[in-house]
């Protein structure tokens, strides 16, 4: 058996783990924070560009309805204030969406099975940090002879047996016909499906599939 939907977890922004809060075999549900990175800084500099883009709006208010030396403000001089709120509102953004890169959240609800890092480990940008997957999404994949191929297509019913859970039989359907042979033994890889998930079973595990 292997789950169909898999995920590595990443970071994007660099920065020490302050929280980790999930271990392998935890599940945790979609939009959960798996992982919390130290935000200080981004948090001051956010801050920052804040009172920037504040200061911008006034200063192009007051272009627009102010006068400079008894003379009303030119329009290159109202272009370039609008220009400059435009840069300052780019500078937040980015810096809102960088802070929001430090909450890490599950894409999905599944399975943690790998944790790789600890808190107050200091990661650097891109670091593998978890792995996850769907204990909804269990396949296994068989050998076909190319004999068999013609007679077999994309949703037929099959019967699964795995080895760990005894002699119950589970239903199956052909999910995935790979297109393509093995030049020595003739045969192409063909994935099963097994729908619902059994209890008990689990990535690894041994399967036996009869085809009808």
């Known amino acids: 058996l292997r789950a169909s939907r898999t995920t590595k977890i990443f970071n994007r ?18 939009g959960r924070v798996l992982v919390e990175l130290d935000n200080q800084l981004l948090k001051a500099e956010l801050a920052k560009a804040t009172a920037t883009r504040r200061q911008a709006e006034l200063d192009l208010n007051r272009r627009k309805t102010g006068i400079n030396n008894n003379q009303l403000f030119s329009k290159e001089e109202k272009a370039r204030a609008k220009t400059a709120l435009d840069v300052a509102r780019s500078e937040e953004k980015i810096l809102e969406t ?13 399975v943690v099975s790998e944790r790789l890092v600890e808190i107050g480990d200091i990661a650097p940008r891109h670091t593998h940090l ?44 052909i999910k995935r016909i790979h297109p393509s042979l093995n030049e020595i033994t003739r045969r192409s890889i063909v994935e099963v499906d097994i729908k619902p998930v059994p209890p008990g079973a689990m990535i690894g595990q041994f399967c036996r599939v009869v085809l009808t």
């Open 13 to 30: 922004e660099e920065g020490q783990i302050n929280n980790l809060p999930f271990y392998e075999g935890d599940t945790v549900s979609k």
């Open 98 to 110: 960088r802070l929001s890169f430090t909450k890490i959240k599950a894409p999905f609800s599944g």
């Open 130 to 173: 978890l792995s996850l997957y769907d204990p909804g999404s269990l396949l296994t994949e068989i050998s076909v002879s190319e004999l068999i191929l013609p007679f077999i297509k994309l949703g037929d019913r099959v019967e699964v047996r795995i080895d760990a859970l005894g002699d119950n039989a589970f239903s199956g359907s």
